[in-house]
């Protein structure tokens, strides 16, 4: 298919806002679309790939820039220049591809194919020369592009689509195409995208119009699925109201979720973003094979980290490098130990149990695993219906070091990537610190051009001298809000100190409030403190600087949460 096709089909849809007028336009295309073109599908969500795949674009805009310039024959310079203004590096590139004067004898009409097969080298990609090979890639494209075709390929190759298309969108397309937005066949779509975490795959089927074949996706073993999600309660009485009462009342553990697949002897651990880490945990593989019984399986569990000493559980910072480190994972084996605790399982012996209810899915995995402590166990869970049973449960789960509770309803299939109430959590409440902002860092893709990630420092004792003790980039809208990056940026560029790459010091001035959920003891930040989640609330123009908070008002803070025993 020429991509000049899919630029237009982009373009269409940003043109509008409204979701039903997005879903007429792209059930049009879905409909002419030939099964040969099943992986545009994946470009419509600017990926090259299922989701689940490891393999990425992942390119920088400095290359995408470099790329601009040699296709239209512009300096990066000036190519840099007009980002700087524009923000939206899509857009300089159809404005200097609109004056592009370069002969364009060695073009060719780009395809969605050509488009994909490029982009699909990129992350094959490695040792040297791996910058220019990559760079060639994308100018090749590039060169035969035309000022709409160099918009929407420099934003996918940046991951910065900005066509306001999620996978609702898609799913009701397809239903629109394929079976008149049948509201049946809309569900059997999702379920089928839930288990098959791929759209080209779920396209193929639809485009049949056979509820019964999108029936028959299912889940794979060694394929990773998104985790279902949970919505919030403030209090046992609206925690039962969402879920149901009774419900089951779980420990929320203070890890990093793991989904676990096995097959025969195999085994796979992927994370909740759908990375593969099996190798990280070797010891977790063996103890699955160990003690869960069962031909095949996946499983849902939250795994927790403790001292090797004390057997204390330790929060999740404790052990987080353990998923990203791929080197001496045997030393980091024996210094971060790691316990698996197991609250669902989601498919058993070739059978999907998603559609199954929870009561019975929960019982399943209490009867096929063996538990273990400091290895493998089930999640601690009390049936009940009673406010107070509840609550007791829950300070007995603060108490043993983690973060609340869950509350499940017993009746409820399982939704991969979905936070509907069928799950709720209850944590201890957030609270407040006023700190100052003392650095900042550039962001990229859809924030570049801002600044996007703040430094935040407590008072120190003497005049004048402030600590690091966080760094914030969420409770900031990035419109219709009062605080923006953009109000953000504006603010402080003029406080800039130095600049070293994309971080900035910034001469504290600008006082802000912030929510965290839990003040840790830190080695890396100065103040020798570190906030837990910290999320802007508002600036305070009205507080002076020696008003925020010093060390010892977070000593304070830390001394009373609920949580403080485990450090004292
Ligand atoms: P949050 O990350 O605050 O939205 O809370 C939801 C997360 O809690 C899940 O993604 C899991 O990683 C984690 N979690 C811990 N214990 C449980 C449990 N017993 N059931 C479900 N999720 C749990």
């Known amino acids: ?308 000493k004390t057997k204390e559980y330790t929060d999740f910072q404790a052990i987080s490098q353990r998923i990203r480190r791929k080197y001496d994972i045997e030393k980091l084996q024996e210094k971060l130990p790691v316990e698996v605790n197991v609250f669902d399982i989601l498919y058993y012996n070739g059978k999907s149990l998603l559609e199954k209810p929870f009561e019975e899915r929960s019982k399943l995995l209490r009867k096929i695993l063996t538990e273990k402590k400091y290895k493998i166990l089930a999640s601690k869970q009390l049936i009940t219906d009673d406010e107070k049973k509840a609550d007791k449960f829950y300070k007995k789960a603060l108490a043993d070091n983690q973060e609340g509770v869950m509350m499940k309803n017993l009746k409820s299939d399982y939704r991969p990537g979905r936070r509907v109430g069928n799950m709720v959590k209850m944590k201890p409440e957030e609270r407040d610190l006023d700190l100052v902002i003392t650095g900042a860092e550039y962001g990229t893709g859809k924030r570049s051009g801002w600044l996007s990630s703040f430094i935040l420092s407590c008072r120190g004792k003497k005049k004048d001298e402030y600590f690091e003790i966080g760094k914030v980039g969420t409770g900031i809208a990035e419109k219709d809000n009062e605080i923006t990056f953009d109000s953000l940026t504006k603010l402080l ?19 802000v409030s912030v929510t965290y959920q839990e003040v840790q003891r830190s080695p890396n930040y100065k103040s020798g403190w570190a906030l837990r989640f910290p999320r802007f609330t508002a600036l305070r123009p009205d507080k002076p600087l020696k008003e925020i908070a010093d060390p010892k008002e977070i000593e304070e803070a830390f001394k009373n949460q609920k949580r403080n025993w485990r450090f004292g």
């Not at 130095?498 to 600008?510: D, F, L, V």
């Open 1 to 308: 298919m020429q991509y000049k096709k899919l630029a237009q089909l982009y373009e269409d849809l940003s043109s509008t806002t409204k979701r039903l007028e997005k879903i007429e336009i792209l059930s049009k295309f879905l409909k002419f679309l030939p099964k040969e073109d099943r992986d545009v599908m994946y470009l419509l969500e600017g990926m090259i790939y299922p989701e689940y795949d490891d393999r990425k674009i992942g390119i920088s805009n400095q290359l995408a820039i470099k790329a601009i310039s040699k296709a239209t024959g512009i300096s990066p310079d000036k190519v840099t220049k007009e980002w700087k203004t524009i923000g939206d590096l899509g857009e300089v590139a159809k404005k200097l591809f609109q004056n592009k004067k370069q002969s364009t004898l060695h073009s060719y009409i780009l395809t969605t194919e050509k488009v994909i097969e490029n982009l699909r080298k990129l992350p094959e990609l490695v040792g040297k020369g791996t910058v220019n090979k990559k760079l060639a890639l994308i100018t090749e494209l590039m060169t035969s592009a035309s000022p709409i075709e160099a918009q929407y390929l420099t934003r996918t190759v940046i991951g910065d689509l900005r066509i306001g298309v999620q996978e609702g969108t898609i799913r009701e397309s397809m239903s629109a195409a394929f079976f008149d937005r049948d509201k049946q066949a809309s569900e059997a779509i999702q379920k089928a995208i839930d288990k098959a975490n791929d759209l080209a795959i779920v396209f193929d089927i639809a485009r049949k119009g056979k509820l019964k074949g999108l029936e028959k996706v299912s889940l794979e073993i060694g394929k990773p699925i998104k985790a279902m999600l949970a919505q919030k309660a403030t209090s046992f009485k609206e925690g039962f109201e969402k879920v149901g009462s009774p419900c089951a009342v779980e420990y929320k553990y203070d890890g990093f979720r793991l989904i676990i697949h096995k097959k025969g002897k195999e085994v796979f651990l992927f994370t909740r973003m759908l990375e593969n880490v099996t190798k990280q945990f070797p010891e977790v593989v063996e103890c699955i094979l160990k003690h869960v019984k069962g031909n095949s399986f996946i499983l849902d569990s939250e795994t927790v980290g403790f001292d090797k």
């Open 493 to 511: 560029t003029p406080l800039i100190t130095s600049e070293k790459g994309k971080i900035a010091k910034i001469k504290p001035k600008i006082v």
